[in-house]
């Protein structure tokens, strides 16, 4: 697995570890605080694992483990599937830029849906608002254009208006296609659904409170007024007046004091610096199975990787290796008469000119299959040796070789 992928999944990690600090304190904090949190995570998640691999753990006894390849076994009815399912396994980038891809795409869908609505119909321009009165059209809002459901009465346009301005002028539309964009690069994230649902709900909730202040209860009685007769918005992305879902807690909330706790959110970035030692993990046993690289005289000893930003690889890839192993691998007679099986581990280097060199064995119960795996390895051609900023490093693997009777 690549430096980047495992980059991802600390981030998205991150991001769960935060999102549930947020939900153990949002109750404390205003709706501006929420909101400031919710659309924060993201770039404090990131923001944590770009330091986090900046960071040199070897000098503080700490390291991340070595990468650990897929399972090649050997004997068994398993020899041929595996070889077949390594030909149709699409890798996790392709996976993910797939995935990227299909939500990008959604995103321009829905961004395009709104501007051809702007664009197919007539405006007035009052300030810097753009105000659209479109019939049989829920009211919403999206960055500076307004659209009010013109079957309204003039005063209840009015409070729409005064609402929808509201979110502009708060800067809604900015919160709403950040989370989007988040959402398109980190799609396999289950809690974004979460996160944006939060966010719009704060939207509402923060707009409620000013307009609360300002009407009173005449502002909830329309809320209930405007809900009996109408329907919500089918465009995503945008601000909506109203969310049948969630009018009982609009109104709810706004005759709530809110405790404000500013303190609190110190939580959050303490969740995030935590979060740094992920993946991180003692050393002390890892490094004494390494053999400790000789020194030629007036010659530094070559470092050698154990994450990298271009995985090293095996010359045709992955099938290839597996059909080498298979096709030189012979089952020792000895473990075949006393019926033994079992996974043989087999760390290497793969070094900066792609030579496999100190193969050793970090773990397996029998000698004869400990022997054989170490010898086939030994005896591996050449990968393509990973990199580190465009140069050529040397990278720590682990392999695991699996001995099975059929």
């Given at each position: 697995?690549s430096?980047?992928?495992?980059?991802?999944i600390?981030?998205?990690?991150?991001?769960?570890?935060?999102?549930?600090?947020?939900?153990?304190?949002?109750?404390r904090?205003?709706?501006?605080q929420?909101?400031?949190?919710?659309i924060?995570?993201?770039?404090?998640?990131?923001?944590?694992i770009l330091?986090?691999s900046?960071?040199?753990?070897?000098?503080?006894?700490?390291?991340?483990?070595?990468?650990?390849?897929e399972t090649i076994?050997?004997?068994?009815e398993?020899a041929a599937s595996?070889l077949q399912?390594?030909?149709?396994?699409?890798?996790?980038n392709?996976l993910?830029w797939?995935?990227?891809?299909?939500?990008g795409?959604?995103f321009?869908?829905?961004?395009t849906?709104i501007?051809?609505?702007?664009?197919?119909?007539?405006?007035i321009k009052?300030?810097r608002?753009?105000?659209?009165?479109v019939?049989?059209?829920?009211?919403f809002s999206?960055?500076?254009?307004?659209?009010i459901?013109?079957?309204?009465?003039s005063?209840?346009?009015?409070?729409?208006l005064?609402?929808e301005k509201?979110?502009?002028?708060?800067?809604?539309?900015?919160d709403?296609?950040?989370a989007?964009l988040f959402h398109?690069f980190?799609?396999?994230n289950?809690?974004f659904?979460?996160?944006?649902?939060?966010?719009v709900?704060?939207?509402?909730y923060e707009?409620?409170a000013?307009?609360?202040?300002?009407?009173?209860?005449?502002?909830?009685?329309?809320?209930?007024?405007?809900a009996?007769g109408?329907g919500?918005s089918?465009y995503?992305l945008t601000?909506?007046?109203?969310?049948?879902?969630?009018l009982?807690?609009?109104?709810?909330?706004?005759?709530?004091?809110?405790?404000k706790k500013?303190?609190?959110?110190?939580?959050?970035?303490?969740?995030?610096?935590?979060?740094?030692?992920l993946?991180?993990v003692?050393?002390d046993?890892?490094?004494?199975?390494?053999?400790?690289?000789?020194?030629?005289?007036?010659?530094?000893?070559?470092?050698?990787y154990?994450?990298?930003?271009?995985?090293p690889m095996?010359?045709g890839g992955?099938?290839?290796?597996q059909?080498?192993?298979?096709e030189n691998?012979t089952?020792p007679?000895?473990a075949?008469d006393n019926n033994i099986?079992?996974?043989?581990?087999?760390s290497?280097?793969?070094s900066?000119?792609?030579e496999?060199i100190k193969?050793?064995?970090r773990a397996?119960?029998?000698?004869?299959?400990?022997?054989?795996?170490?010898?086939v390895?030994?005896?591996?051609?050449?990968?393509?040796?990973?990199e580190v900023?465009g140069?050529k490093?040397a990278?720590?693997f682990?392999?695991?070789?699996s001995?099975?009777?059929?």
């Amino acid at each position: 697995m690549s430096q980047f992928s495992w980059n991802l999944i600390e981030v998205n990690v991150v991001i769960v570890l935060l999102f549930l600090g947020y939900l153990a304190i949002r109750n404390r904090l205003s709706f501006v605080q929420q909101r400031a949190t919710i659309i924060s995570l993201p770039f404090v998640a990131i923001t944590t694992i770009l330091v986090k691999s900046g960071i040199d753990f070897s000098s503080i006894s700490y390291s991340l483990q070595v990468v650990e390849l897929e399972t090649i076994q050997i004997g068994g009815e398993l020899a041929a599937s595996n070889l077949q399912a390594a030909s149709t396994i699409i890798s996790l980038n392709q996976l993910y830029w797939i995935g990227v891809a299909v939500f990008g795409a959604l995103f321009l869908f829905r961004i395009t849906k709104i501007i051809l609505f702007f664009l197919k119909n007539d405006s007035i321009k009052t300030g810097r608002y753009q105000i659209y009165k479109v019939s049989d059209k829920a009211s919403f809002s999206f960055f500076n254009r307004i659209q009010i459901t013109s079957e309204l009465n003039s005063d209840e346009q009015e409070i729409v208006l005064e609402h929808e301005k509201v979110h502009v002028n708060k800067l809604h539309s900015i919160d709403t296609v950040l989370a989007e964009l988040f959402h398109v690069f980190l799609w396999f994230n289950p809690v974004f659904f979460f996160m944006k649902r939060e966010m719009v709900n704060l939207h509402e909730y923060e707009v409620d409170a000013l307009m609360y202040k300002k009407h009173k209860v005449n502002y909830m009685k329309f809320l209930v007024n405007y809900a009996l007769g109408s329907g919500g918005s089918n465009y995503l992305l945008t601000s909506r007046f109203y969310n049948r879902l969630t009018l009982k807690k609009r109104i709810k909330i706004m005759k709530t004091n809110i405790r404000k706790k500013t303190w609190l959110l110190s939580v959050i970035p303490l969740i995030g610096i935590s979060a740094i030692m992920l993946q991180c993990v003692k050393t002390d046993d890892v490094e004494s199975e390494r053999e400790t690289p000789e020194v030629v005289e007036n010659e530094q000893p070559e470092a050698v990787y154990d994450m990298v930003e271009v995985d090293p690889m095996y010359t045709g890839g992955q099938e290839a290796m597996q059909n080498y192993i298979i096709e030189n691998v012979t089952y020792p007679q000895i473990a075949k008469d006393n019926n033994i099986q079992g996974t043989v581990y087999v760390s290497f280097i793969v070094s900066k000119t792609g030579e496999v060199i100190k193969p050793m064995i970090r773990a397996g119960d029998d000698e004869s299959l400990n022997a054989e795996a170490l010898r086939v390895v030994s005896g591996m051609p050449n990968w393509i040796p990973g990199e580190v900023k465009g140069e050529k490093v040397a990278v720590n693997f682990t392999l695991p070789i699996s001995f099975k009777l059929g």
